[in-house]
């Protein structure tokens, strides 16, 4: 070992709120733990999403830790704050939790290899940096590897490329530019709500239609309580017991119990409240059976269409032929967002009629024509969930390497662990409710769950913890089972990985919800790590 070897108990990657989380909780239990990020500060994606009108699409005070000694002191302005808020907010948390002290930014983590004799992981950063520690806690949540699509020619463009998770530091003079958006997930809608009103010719490119639901934004006053302390404590006392991590539920009745009249009032009232509500507070049968769905997206469309002018832009965005299941892809909320297409300076494309056939230097050629711009935003997405991860070169028991594990698949028991890889666990990964739940709620479940084991083996004299191979096959099949009982896989999503050319067609979340998810972990502690070998 070096003299320039940090020991630990832990170490934590990542510095959003599951490596916040696990900072704050295990140096309350007496750890020494550090954590690194990549970053220049905290806030995990939200350090790096600074793209115009980058916002969470999770309403507060749902999107907050639930620490009375952080939100009886914090006021929100928004209903639905903007990233520079929210990095504001991790500041707060920082100064309160007093994180900095223990704490690396500018550190990425590239390579941790298990020492099975001395039971530790040997962890070395691309700057040299080098850690020894019993646990790695892994916290690079689910969007943190680009991807662009290789399309020909990028290098040629004379413009401006920007991937929006890259955003300048240095803000770019968009005003008066001709401005492309290619991709219409959350970060191409967001960001076309924006450009839209400062570029002299927008064009958003689109693949698949957005099913966008109405995000009903809220402005708060600083100076004043957004949300009241009952209010608050409804909140975190409910959140676990909600499929999503929210404090709503889905609405327990089957859609055709209810009359067309009934039906159509249920539907106006969860549309009318916003956030995700025409999504998880939908009737229960929504997402599994097809008429149903047919049903939610049949209402979804009249309320689209009547906002758009355009018949193209209309079959377009909300073609009359249901393009695949409401809810299996990632819902975003907007703000204004159909109606940018009555603009004068706004273009539509659907690049299904008219692919991309090359980059120019003067911007996009499609099969119909060259476009020109003077600024391209490629909100192609990321390689979810996974992709995070298997950056990093991580080597298990035997030297395996997590990359080639999961090479025909990920394999995790509960979510959080892989057999083969002692004393390692990740948040917000493969196999656990990520993306269909809300962060702070995961980071918060998952994260206890973390600092039980670290307690146990503590306790017990034990030093490694791994998973077993038969437990972690049967989660497997059951995060499958489960998907497979929706319509999820009957849609192209990066839920299922579709989006990355070559990655393996599975469900990457787990879809039985917040509370039975909640409830495995919490029968897991309480009968030994069950699903472990513990030595």
């Not at 903007?82 to 002290?101: C, N, T």
């Not at 890889?421 to 479940?445: D, H, I, K, R, V």
């Amino acid at each position: 070992m070096t003299v320039n070897t940090t020991v630990l108990d832990a170490l934590i990657v990542g510095g959003g709120f599951g490596g916040v989380y696990q900072l704050k909780r295990l140096r309350e239990e007496g750890y020494n733990v550090k954590l690194v990020d990549i970053a220049s500060d905290y806030a995990g994606v939200w350090f790096w999403n600074r793209y115009p009108g980058a916002r969470v699409d999770s309403a507060i005070p749902h999107y907050e830790f639930s620490d009375p000694e952080l939100w009886r002191d914090w006021n929100w302005t928004q209903r639905f704050p903007g990233g520079a808020e929210l990095r504001e907010y991790f500041s707060y948390v920082a100064e309160k939790w007093d994180l900095r002290k223990d704490t690396l930014f500018n550190t990425y983590i590239s390579k941790a290899v298990w020492n099975e004799e001395a039971n530790r992981w040997e962890i070395e950063s691309k700057d040299e940096k080098k850690f020894v520690a019993r646990y790695l806690l892994l916290n690079t949540g689910f969007a943190a590897k680009r991807h662009t699509p290789a399309w020909k020619g990028i290098d040629k463009f004379n413009g401006l490329w920007i991937h929006p998770s890259y955003w300048p530091e240095k803000e770019p003079d968009l005003k008066g530019k001709k401005i492309a958006v290619i991709g219409t997930g959350s970060t191409g809608v967001q960001l076309a709500q924006e450009l839209s009103q400062v570029a002299s010719e927008f064009v958003l490119f689109q693949r698949t239609p957005n099913m966008a639901l109405p995000m009903r934004q809220i402005e708060y006053s600083r100076d004043d309580k957004s949300v009241s302390e009952e209010r608050y404590n409804e909140v975190f006392n409910g959140r676990h017991a909600s499929f999503g991590g929210f404090d709503f539920n889905f609405y327990p009745r089957d859609t055709f119990s209810d009359d067309p009249e009934t039906r159509r009032a249920v539907y106006e009232e969860l549309w009318s409240h916003g956030d995700f509500k025409f999504w998880l507070a939908n009737y229960q049968d929504m997402i599994f059976r097809e008429d149903s769905n047919a049903e939610a997206y049949k209402f979804w469309k009249s309320k689209v269409r009547s906002r758009v002018k355009d018949p193209r832009c209309q079959e377009i965005l909300a073609p009359e032929k249901q393009p695949y299941s409401f809810g299996c892809k990632r819902i975003s909320l907007e703000n204004g967002f159909y109606e940018i297409f009555n603009q004068s300076n706004v273009s539509l494309v659907d690049v299904n009629a008219t692919p991309v056939v090359e980059v120019t230097e003067r911007g996009i050629k499609t099969t119909e024509k060259e476009w020109e711009f003077d600024v391209v935003v490629s909100a192609t997405g990321f390689d979810a969930i996974t992709g995070g991860l298997k950056n990093i070169n991580i080597q298990g028991v035997s030297g395996v390497k997590l990359a080639d594990k999961w090479e025909y698949g990920a394999k995790t028991y509960l979510g959080m662990a892989v057999a083969g890889f002692p004393n390692m666990f990740f948040t917000y990964g493969p196999q656990a409710p990520t993306a269909l739940c809300n962060g702070p709620t995961c980071a918060e479940s998952q994260g206890e769950f973390i600092v039980k084991v670290m307690k146990y083996m503590s306790t017990h004299g034990r030093h490694k913890i791994d998973a077993c191979e038969d437990a972690e096959a049967e989660w497997g099949a059951n995060v499958q089972n489960i998907a497979n009982a929706s319509l999820l896989p009957n849609t192209k999503s990066w839920y299922m990985g579709d989006n990355i050319p070559g990655k393996p067609r599975e469900c990457l979340i787990y879809l039985g919800g917040v509370p039975t998810y909640t409830k495995t972990l919490k029968d897991c502690t309480e009968n030994g790590f069950q699903g472990f070998q513990l030595k």
